[in-house]
């Protein structure tokens, strides 16, 4: 017997089921819906919008989700951060996703020198535009555009 079905479990959806003014992007392993915020909230609150509207601040799977989120801000010609879903507020230096996994350097993407956790205050991950959108630590109350994903 032929399962040709098995097939069809690799072929991305075309659009997935995104809602009005959600993205959808395919990274060659999984899909997703992202939200490229027009406004800016600290990360707390970026956090909290994201998860009332059922996804949380975007945890990077991959270095081609990274790139594509990179390529995402840059299009968006705004000199503003990012903020994406990873903090150390918990224990400093330890960096984990909002989903508890850690940041393991397979999804590596920190500029050169960061984290820098300056004035130890800088707990927060962002995407910054002065670092060709690589991370960056930032401190949490600063308010930044934000990616949400689910
Ligand atoms: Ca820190
Ligand atoms: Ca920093």
């Not at 707390?44 to 509207?53: F, G, K, L, V």
């Not at 705004?78 to 850690?102: F, I, L, Q, Y």
């Amino acid at each position: 017997m032929i399962r040709e079905e098995i097939y069809d479990v690799v072929q991305p959806p075309t659009s997935g089921n995104c809602k009005p003014g959600w993205e959808y992007l395919y990274t060659g392993v999984s899909h997703h819906c992202y939200y490229f915020s027009s406004n800016t909230l600290s990360w707390n609150s970026a956090e909290s919008w994201c998860r009332s509207h059922g996804a949380r601040l975007a945890v990077i799977k991959s270095s081609t989700e990274s790139r594509m989120l990179a390529s995402k801000a840059e299009r968006s010609h705004t000199s503003h951060g990012w903020w994406v879903g990873a903090t150390d507020r918990k224990r400093e230096g330890h960096w984990e996703w909002t989903n508890g996994e850690s940041v393991t350097h397979y999804t590596d993407n920190w500029h050169y020198g960061e984290p820098s956790s300056k004035y130890h205050d800088e707990d927060c991950m962002e995407l910054k535009q002065q670092f060709g959108w690589q991370w960056n630590d930032e401190t949490c109350s600063t308010e930044h555009l934000f990616i949400c994903k689910h």
